[in-house]
């Protein structure tokens, strides 16, 4: 029988050094670090590489890694429990080596990546000497993979990538993309496309526009909106099989959206954290908000929401390390992706709420964190698309009611009891 939620002493001491080392020393370069990951910024190359060397002492460099990638091997229930920690700073996953989109397309070139991709892309990436970018979503559709038109053309023994890329995220910071195109627009629908590595600067890829998310300034946007005329790259580019993109896009999606999930619980711990402390700092009315019981409410509803959500993150975890098959956890995934951004937006708001004017105005961190809430909705598909697939998952395991009426119906429940303790009826009503 195991059945427990405490954590290791030793590994406890580890979360203990991460939670002091992100709350001193990474906090603060959110306000000074422009991106995390534009390596042109003096600044950030001033601040962000001696942090590095200081997780690295510590062993925690892409802690999230398996063994064979230079990782700790920690497992889900570990990398979340440290994920929780790193959510508080936007810094953080970079100063620790585990930033989207990059730590999920190692994922991908580690998996599917000839020998020669691994050695040019794959160890300075993982060593954050160089950005990548994920361009799979188009203007006209990104919920429905099926609907992209960036088409890839054999010539010879080059690829000819023509098409529009969007929302590329971090396309500008990027020293190479990974880019699914359809090369095979006859066949079934879900082999039609492929992935590609296309290194930032191949002549005819441009960048329309960076665009930005509601908070950010018009020069900050870092999602790219790309335009692919003539991008020619060699075969040996082709990542996975031919046809294979949707496989290869897969397998990058499956752990990453537990690690934004947890990072995504440091965000909300820290909105609710605020409010607490508002509720017990702002007198109204001759009482302390905290002793109203609609603040209460606000804040016994945030507290269970981000309660709940967390044992749903951990086991979820735990289930990954347990199967180690992704199919078998696919509904708990998908349950954790669509919730999250549910419990930040709800979480947030209320933050934003307690603490009146104060909260709305851009001097408190709540409208960046609802127009987060959104991203979390977004990024990786759609809320609804993931309630689907937890639905159709969950529905696998029911069958079809016998008859007209639904097993559960009263009535018949009642008869087949009836039935069952006939005799044990019969003789005790007879004593009445
Ligand atoms: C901050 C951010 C970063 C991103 N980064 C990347 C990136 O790096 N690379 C990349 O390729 N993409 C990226 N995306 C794009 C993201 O994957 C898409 O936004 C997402 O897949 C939805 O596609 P769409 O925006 O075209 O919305 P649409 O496909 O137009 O869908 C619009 C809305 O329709 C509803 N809807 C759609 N399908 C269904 C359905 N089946 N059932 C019910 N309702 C449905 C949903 O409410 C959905 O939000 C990013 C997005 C954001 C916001």
């Known amino acids: 029988m195991s059945w427990d939620f405490e954590t290791d002493e030793d590994f406890q001491r580890q979360l203990d050094w991460v939670d002091e080392f992100v709350r001193e020393e990474v906090e603060p370069l959110d306000y000074v670090v422009g991106h995390p990951l534009d390596m042109t910024d003096p600044v950030r190359q ?34 979340a429990l440290l994920n929780e920690i790193l959510g508080r700073a936007r810094c953080a996953p970079v100063v620790f080596g585990n930033q989207a989109p990059d730590s999920g397309n190692a994922e991908i070139i580690a998996h599917y990546g000839t020998a020669a991709q691994k050695e040019q892309y794959l160890q300075p990436l993982l060593d954050n000497q160089i950005a ?39 396309a500008r910071f990027a020293s190479f993309l990974i880019v699914m195109a359809v090369t095979d627009p006859d066949a079934a629908p879900y082999k039609r496309q492929s992935m590609f590595i296309v290194p930032a600067g191949t002549p005819g890829l441009e960048i329309v526009r960076n665009v930005g998310v509601g908070y950010e300034r018009a020069d900050e946007g870092a999602h790219g909106y790309l335009e692919f005329k003539d991008v020619r790259v060699p075969k040996e580019n082709l990542l996975g099989e031919r046809g294979g993109g949707f496989v290869v896009a897969q397998t990058r999606l499956g752990g990453g959206r537990v690690h934004h999930a947890m990072r995504t619980l440091g965000l909300i711990r820290k909105a609710f954290d605020m409010m607490c402390e508002r509720a017990v700092s702002r007198h109204t009315q001759g009482e302390l908000l905290g002793d109203k019981q609609m603040v209460q409410e606000m804040i016994a509803d945030s507290w269970a929401d981000m309660e709940q959500f967390r044992l749903l993150v951990l086991r979820t975890a735990w289930r990954i390390d347990r199967y180690n098959d992704y199919r078998q956890v696919r509904a708990d995934i998908a349950a954790v992706k669509a919730l999250m951004p549910k419990v930040l937006h709800d979480v947030a708001s209320r933050a934003l709420q307690v603490h009146g004017s104060l909260g709305v105005s851009n001097e408190m961190p709540f409208s960046e964190m609802l127009v987060e809430s959104y991203h979390m909705g977004l990024a990786d598909g759609p809320t609804q698309v993931h309630k689907v697939t937890v639905a159709r998952q969950i529905l696998r395991g029911y069958e079809p009611a016998p008859g007209l009426f639904p097993t559960g119906h009263l009535p018949a429940q009642q008869r087949v009891a009836l039935a069952r303790y006939a005799d044990v009826l019969e003789r005790h009503l007879e004593q009445i």
Not at 48 to 73: C, D, M, N, Y
Not at 140 to 161: F, N, S
């Open 46 to 79: 001033a601040l962000i590489p001696p942090l590095q060397a200081k997780v690295r002492a510590e062993g925690l460099w892409g802690f999230h890694l398996s063994t064979e990638l230079g990782g700790r091997g920690f497992g889900q229930v570990k990398n």
């Open 132 to 170: 990548s970018c994920f361009a799979m979503t188009e203007p006209q559709g990104g919920a429905d993979p099926l609907v992209m038109k960036t088409l890839a053309v054999a010539d010879g023994d080059e690829w000819v990538i023509n098409g529009f890329k969007w929302f590329a995220s971090h």
